[in-house]
């Protein structure tokens, strides 16, 4: 079946340096998702990216489908700690119409002040 | 806006008795909730699509038996967990897609969780 894979499963930074995760799925997407998970908290969608070679920017978070519609990734710049927590990637498959997410691994973020 | 709730936010039971959770779009119509499971630092698992007035869709390895969900309207679903086992112990969490995304397709919202403990 179809499988998003995302690494690192965790990354430890010193406030101020920057994080990257990575997504990487099996089959071409539909669309792209990124949900932020706190501690104890559930999942909250940042940003959707549907077409190919898409970049999107959120104050520091930058976001990126590939042109073949099968890898993502988001990138933060110089992290802060409000920025822990673990964040997911989510495919929407490209072939259905079910809305159905297959979601990534996840990423958690420490940021050390 | 977008806002979903979900009750009991905890729940302990014990084995051999069910539990239900609900799930609730507070302020939009939800055409698809879904219903997930994640274990402690793991990933969410995706257990059965539901669509309102219509049987749940679910994932492979997903006893429909066992975890009950019914949709009875555009902004309530509810999962029934029967003759709960210590191993259903976990954190059980509803999402739902509005009709009308305001991305444009099947952005998710998520609701707070509940965390069931059976012993």
């Known amino acids: 079946g179809q499988q998003v894979m995302q690494i690192p499963q965790y990354q430890h930074v010193q406030e101020g340096e920057d994080f990257t995760t990575y997504c990487n799925s099996s089959?071409?997407?539909?669309?792209i998702q990124w949900y932020k998970q706190r501690p104890g908290g559930h999942p909250v969608f940042l940003i959707q990216?549907?077409?190919?070679?898409e970049v999107k920017k959120q104050k520091r978070l930058t976001f990126q489908f590939g042109e073949a519609k099968k890898n993502s990734s988001l990138h933060i710049t110089a992290t802060q700690t409000t920025d822990v927590g673990t964040y997911f990637c989510?495919?929407?498959?490209?072939?259905?119409?079910?809305?159905?997410?297959?979601f990534g691994q996840g990423t958690t973020l420490q940021v050390k002040p | 806006g977008a806002v979903v709730s979900q009750h009991p936010s905890w729940v302990i039971c014990k084995s051999g008795t069910s539990v239900k959770i609900e799930c609730r779009s507070l302020d939009f119509q939800a055409t698809t909730m879904f219903w997930y499971r994640q274990f402690p630092k793991q990933s969410l698992m995706l257990m059965a699509t539901s669509n309102e007035g219509s049987k749940a869709t679910y994932e492979q390895g997903v006893e429909k038996d066992k975890f009950l969900i019914n949709h009875a309207s555009l902004t309530l679903s509810t999962l029934t967990v029967t003759s709960a086992h210590p191993e259903d112990s976990s954190f059980y969490i509803c999402?739902?897609?509005?009709?009308?995304?305001?991305?444009?397709?099947?952005?998710?919202?998520f609701g707070p969780g509940t965390r069931l403990t059976v012993t």
């Open positions: 999402s739902a897609t509005p009709a009308e995304g305001l991305y444009g397709s099947y952005e998710q919202y």
């Open positions: 089959t071409t997407l539909s669309n």
């Open positions: 990216l549907v077409k190919s070679g």
């Open positions: 989510a495919g929407v498959d490209g072939s259905g119409n079910t809305g159905k997410l297959i």
